[in-house]
């Protein structure tokens, strides 16, 4: 829905996720154990079975732990997207590169209005 304000989530190696709309400047603070994806991403998690299209993607789905399902692109294995069982939510990759660096660290830091808020 195009009138529907844009979600972005910010998810720290300290597990704590920022949740936010900048166009309403709303935000949610969230503890979890987890936080970027890391190299061995996929390490104990089981395939679901079979490929799928995924945004015009084929893509293998795995789950873990009965908490999360990823679904990595089915030749070169790089993340497309996950679903968080308990909320329900899908979160889609906009952007991957391997080896990647942060141009811009404030890319890292969540609004002043979550820190105000959270």
Known sequence: DPSSPVLWDLEL????????YPLTKS???R???????RPDWLKDA????GTTSWNGRRVCGWTKADFID???????????????HTMQATFDVLYYEEGG?????????????CLSSS
Not at 13 to 20: D, H, I, L, R, W
Not at 31 to 37: K, N, W
């Open 27 to 29: 935000c949610k603070k």
């Open 101 to 113: 660096k942060v141009k811009h660290q404030s890319m890292l830091q969540p609004p002043d209005y």
């Open 46 to 49: 089981q395939p679901t079975g």
């Open 70 to 84: 990823y679904y990595a692109d089915e030749e070169t294995m790089e993340p497309v997207s996950w679903y968080f």
């Open 13 to 20: 190696n300290s597990g704590t996720s920022y949740y936010f």
């Open 31 to 37: 503890e979890f154990p987890v936080g970027i994806l």
